[in-house]
C-alpha cells in the first residue's frame, strides 16, 4: 500500500497501538524508496488534550473517505486497507477569540 500512497509506515501488522509510539516511514517516488524519517503515532484524545489546552473551543474530527472515481482508479482492497483503520486523521479546529 505504501507504494501507492507515497509513504509507508513500518509497523507489524496487527500489533497493538501505543500512543506515542516512535516509528519509521518509508517515502516512495516512482516506486522506490527515496527517504525515510522517524515520526510519532498519537491517539484522539492525545490531539484533542493539545487542542484544549492550546484554547481551540471546537475540534471536528473529518472522516476520511474515497469517492467513487477514486475507489475505481484504487480498487476496493486498497480503499479498505486505507480506511480500516484510517491512515490519516483530519480534522477542523476553531479558536474564539475575545475582545
Not at 19 to 46: P, Q, T, W
Not at 75 to 94: A, E, H, W, Y
Request: net charge negative; charged share 20%; aromatic share 12%.
Amino acid at each position: 500500500m505504501g507504494v501507492k500512497l507515497g509513504a509507508q509506515i513500518l509497523k507489524k501488522p496487527g500489533s497493538l497501538f501505543l500512543d506515542g509510539e516512535i516509528v519509521e516511514i518509508n517515502f516512495y517516488a516512482d516506486g522506490v524508496v527515496c527517504g525515510s524519517s522517524k515520526i510519532a503515532l498519537h491517539s484522539r484524545e492525545f490531539y484533542e488534550n493539545c487542542f484544549k489546552n492550546s484554547q481551540f473551543s471546537t475540534v471536528e474530527w473529518i472522516t476520511p473517505h474515497f469517492t467513487d472515481h477514486a475507489k475505481q482508479a484504487l480498487g476496493d482492497d486498497f480503499c479498505n486497507q486505507c480506511l480500516n483503520p484510517p491512515c490519516d486523521i483530519m480534522f477542523k479546529c476553531t479558536k474564539s477569540s475575545f475582545i
